[in-house]
């Protein structure tokens, strides 16, 4: 793990950027709180989308969640009733969020107001694992009724290329009945990339051969609607990082 830049994943001043070849920066969350994000998300979203049911479990998947301060955030925003710990959890909203660094799960596990409600779990989501199904089934859903991915693609492309992005959207459509995506535009893979060779480091491996590049933004959503099923519903705006949050729905 490594500190994070001062104002992107990717800028050129960064203590320490070869340690976090996945973006798992320790100190993410003071370059980039969570209301940069929040801000532009409405709180009303989960009623918006139907998931009003007080009855049914909402469940809500964060992917590459870090240290977990913006799951929480994230978590208590959506909520239009506060939550207090100790209060049942049968139904209600439930977040799942997992990271592949395990030091940073620990951390969120350990920092978790709301452990009845909010769990976190290490796993690399480019792995065939049983974890998220599992959690679904505990919970009797088929699906992730919102599954976040949240400046995450740029890490699975540079170190899975192209195909491991696409499967990563094809894998997170297949779960998930709404999808809010934050993908880094190209910029960031140039100046990631510069720093590593910069501490002489190897480039990441499928830096050059990339073939997609440019506006990944519309890449990702041109690949979600014409091979996954889903269709953008809605665009918020620009973040601090100038980047888009893209709302994907199961068609
Ligand atoms: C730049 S941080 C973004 C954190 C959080 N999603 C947010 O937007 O606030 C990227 C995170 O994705 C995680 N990550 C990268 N590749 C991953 C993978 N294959 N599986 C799970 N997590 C991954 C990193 O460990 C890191 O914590």
Known sequence: MA???????????????????????????????????????PATLLRDLGYSDA?????????????????????????QTPVREGQ??????????FDLDEALIQRAQQTNPLSSRISFVTLDITRDGHELQDYLKRHACSHFHLCLCLAV????????????????????????????????????????????RKLGRSDFDHFKTLEIRGDIAEHVREHLETHCGMKLIRSFGNTAWDRKLLLFQRR
Request: glycine letters at 6%; hydrophobic letters at 35%; proline letters at 6%.
């Open 88 to 97: 049942s959890a049968v139904n209600g909203i439930h977040l799942l969020g």
């Open 55 to 79: 009855d049914r479990p909402t469940l809500i998947l964060d992917v590459g969640c870090n240290s977990g301060e913006l799951s929480v955030a994230f978590y208590k925003h959506l909520m």
């Open 153 to 196: 693609t740029m890490w699975v492309h540079l170190n899975h290329g192209d195909s491991g992005l696409l499967q990563l959207l094809s894998r997170l459509a297949s779960i998930s009945q709404h999808l809010l995506l934050e993908a880094q535009p190209w910029k960031c893979y140039r100046s990631a990339a510069r720093r590593l």
């Open 3 to 41: 500190t994070c830049p001062r104002n992107d994943d990717s800028v050129d001043e960064i203590n320490d950027p070869g340690a976090a070849p996945y973006g798992n920066f320790i100190n993410y969350y003071s370059f980039n709180p969570p209301e940069n994000r929040l801000s532009l998300i």
